[in-house]
């Protein structure tokens, strides 16, 4: 299987993967922690998205969703911050069609 596993820099679950014979790739907008460069795509996801993939998995921030910071939300949502956020996230909760990623 092709897969992407967005908003990972540490290449953990790409590994796995891996060890199991997929092509795996990471992506991040950071360089990878995971000693395998030559899996990881340092960019913006948002284009990859439209690339076929048998799988994708994601992990974005939490930052501005998570009820840890609910004390912020009326700043965050006043400067855009959390509406950026619930996009982000929604382009993976989107990601339905087998075979192909949709944004």
């Not at 995971?34 to 994601?58: F, R």
Request: net charge negative.
């Amino acid at each position: 299987m092709k897969i992407l596993v967005a908003c990972e820099e540490s290449q953990t679950v790409c590994k796995a993967f891996r060890e199991r014979g997929h092509e795996a790739y990471s992506c991040d907008i950071i360089d990878c922690s995971g000693g395998h460069p030559e899996w990881h795509l340092k960019q913006d996801v948002t284009p990859l998205l439209d690339q076929d993939w048998d799988m994708v998995i994601a992990f974005p921030p939490c930052t501005d969703l998570a009820v840890s910071g609910a004390k912020w939300f009326a700043q965050k949502r006043a400067d855009g911050r959390q509406q950026r956020s619930i996009e982000f996230f929604m382009r993976f909760a989107n990601c339905t069609e087998i075979g192909r990623a949709h944004v």
